[in-house]
């Protein structure tokens, strides 16, 4: 049976069951802003299950995108994933245990025609919070099941959700597969470990489907409380059925990646089963192919957090697969891509629509990536040479790593090839000194901003009016660590000095009364007060002070220029190259990257450190 095939008769079976077909969401979540990205088919309907919208029917079926991050580092052996599909039916407040459990039954013996004694079950065990789940149980008993087949399981492997922090969640019961007894590595019936969903339970055993009854909806303090109207979410993962019902192995030997594998073959020769190196390679190539392509059709471009990091990452996964060992370019990377959308296009429209943006925004991605590997590459080398031999330390390898974004994968890599051992322990140990650099940056600022934290204080920023008002000293603080005092936190009455924020740098200026005089170098905003940070330039200043606040006009001239001309070349650059230009951050003509020294390229060159 095809992979389309699959997907057809799943859809048909539960709507001819009384559910509402529904359309994937996208993988971008807009109703739920704890998660990153689509993880299940429930996701979508999580109003639904917890009463807070009415659903128009109460049950519904789909087949879901879901991307899944938490093993992205996995993906390269033959089982983890990134991209895949969920078939779902779920109902909200309607049919619960039973009809779940025997439409799950027939679905699989009868329209998949899966022998029913390869099928085996688990349920929730039970806990201190809810009991064992005999009800499930029986269900599956009566079915047919027996019941040494069903295996009971802690919390941490049968109870699901909620996707976030909050939300709908229950025991949950798992369909697997049972690949052979050639496979097992131990007896079930003796050893639970040795069964489904044990520590070793593979390979035998592989999880196809995976019933969730939701029961409980949880809170922020991690309590449950019975949901109104208990409901069913269930997950089939897609390209485990679709091998499970082709009878191969592996999802990879399935239907799904066969377009990509053949893509990679006329373009680099290389095919499966040559070496556990290439396997590798293709695997990752084939997982993140579909992965870039159902993100970028779902309007995810590459960037340095979150989602958009995400594809960052897979996207430069790739290209050093492709690249530094298949000799693939950017636009095969984006050719692999695009074997998604012909192949799977018809399915997911959203695909056919975004080709091009595919096309651009791989491409980019993949060639910047070409290019600091490259570039990385020779400043590894210039380094080797360098080097007396036999051993690379650990802080260059960290620049290559944290300066030229260089994967030290790479770079061990070449090592080992050139029998030369990197420092691994200087190389953990710049991370460590980075990490803490970072920490400390921000802890200042909190620091900085909890001195204030407990005042009741409140500032009127004045500054797109006035330049210089006469005021009061509402709170005065001691930087700390300030050698003698000299550095000030202030907060004023009334503040003429724009706080860093919108993408504009903070105003500089001065604040003087009677008895001193600051000079202001930064200001931070905090709610209902900015914080002004200033040099002590002369006598006192005191919370009470009558003072006069003005700000550095010229300088607040060039910035906004600086910050007008940005908006302009935003617009611009949208009017040219499309609306996925995106304005992150602009600075101030002090601090425009022209005028800052530049990376230290030379540390790593031949003129030595
Ligand atoms: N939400 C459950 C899962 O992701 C079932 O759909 O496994």
């Known amino acids: 049976m095809q992979s389309h095939e699959v997907r057809k008769r799943f859809l048909d079976f539960f709507v001819e069951r009384g559910h509402k077909l529904y359309p994937s969401s996208s993988l971008v979540p807009h109703n739920d802003p704890t998660v990153l990205l689509t993880t299940a088919g429930m996701q979508q ?89 005999l009800e499930a149980k029986e269900h599956w008993m009566r079915c047919g099941v027996p019941e040494e087949r069903i295996f009971g399981l802690p919390r941490s492997e049968n109870w699901w959700g909620p996707p976030g922090d909050t939300g709908p969640c229950g025991p949950c019961s798992e369909v697997y597969y049972d690949y052979g007894e050639d496979l097992s590595r131990g007896d079930p019936q003796a050893d639970p470990k040795y069964g489904p969903g044990g520590d070793e339970g593979d390979p035998r055993f592989n999880e196809i489907w995976n019933l969730v009854f939701n029961q409980y909806e949880q809170h922020k303090d991690g309590t449950l409380t019975p949901l109104a109207r208990p409901g069913i979410d269930t997950g089939m993962g897609f390209e485990r059925t679709v091998a499970v019902v082709q009878n191969v192995r592996s999802v990879y030997e399935s239907d799904l990646y066969a377009p990509i594998f053949e893509r990679i073959r006329q373009t680099s020769g290389a095919t499966m089963g040559s070496s556990e190196e290439s396997d590798r390679t293709l695997y990752i190539l084939a997982d993140h192919a579909r992965a870039m392509a159902f993100l970028i059709a779902d309007g995810v471009r590459p960037g340095n957090q979150r989602r958009e990091y995400v594809l960052r990452r897979i996207i430069r996964r790739a290209t050093l697969q492709a690249y530094g060992r298949l000799g693939i370019g950017a636009e095969g990377v984006a050719d692999l891509a695009e074997v998604v959308v012909d192949h799977m296009g018809d399915v997911y429209e959203e695909l056919k629509e975004a080709r091009e943006d595919i096309r651009h925004v791989v491409v980019a991605e993949a060639a910047r990536f070409i290019e600091i590997y490259d570039s990385g590459m020779g400043l590894l080398e210039a380094e080797i040479q360098r080097l007396p031999g036999g051993h690379f330390p650990g802080d260059v390898a960290f620049m290559l790593h944290d300066t030229y974004g260089f994967p030290v994968e790479v770079t061990e890599e070449v090592l080992a090839e050139r029998g030369i051992s990197l420092d691994e322990a200087g190389f953990e140990e710049a991370m460590r000194l980075q990490r803490e650099r970072a920490r400390g940056a921000l802890q200042g600022h909190e620091r900085l901003v909890a001195a204030f934290r407990d005042r009741e204080i409140k500032s009127r920023f004045v500054g797109y009016e006035r330049e210089q008002v006469e005021t009061t000293v509402l709170a005065v603080e001691e930087a700390p660590g300030s050698e003698a005092g000299e550095e000030l936190h202030v907060v004023l009455a009334e503040n003429p000095f724009y706080a860093t924020g919108g993408g504009q740098v903070a105003d500089e200026g001065w604040i003087s009364s009677e008895h001193g005089q600051l000079e202001v170098f930064d200001v931070v905003p905090a709610g209902d007060y900015q914080i002004i940070r200033a040099r002590r330039q002369r006598g006192d200043i005191e919370a009470g002070d009558a003072v006069t606040a003005s700000i550095n006009r010229v300088r607040r001239q060039q910035i906004e220029a600086n910050h007008t001309a940005t908006h302009i070349l935003h617009w611009a650059l949208r009017a040219v190259l499309g609306k996925d230009v995106v304005q992150a951050c602009s600075r101030s003509p002090r601090t425009s990257p022209f005028a800052t020294t530049r990376p230290p390229w030379r540390r790593l060159g031949t003129s030595g450190r």
Not at 85 to 97: A, C, H, Q, R, V
Request: charged share 30%; hydrophobic share 35%.
């Open 45 to 133: 309907f999580i109003t639904y299950f917890t009463g807070q919208e009415r659903p128009p029917t109460p049950r519904g079926t789909s087949v879901q995108k879901c991307f899944r991050t938490v093993d992205l580092e996995e993906v390269g052996d033959s089982t983890h994933l990134t991209f895949f599909e969920m078939l779902g039916n779920f109902s909200f407040g309607d049919y619960f245990k039973k009809e779940a459990i025997e439409w799950a039954w027939e679905f699989l013996t009868e329209e998949l025609k899966l022998p029913p004694e390869r099928l085996w079950i688990t349920i929730f065990e039970g806990n201190e919070d809810a009991p064992e789940d």
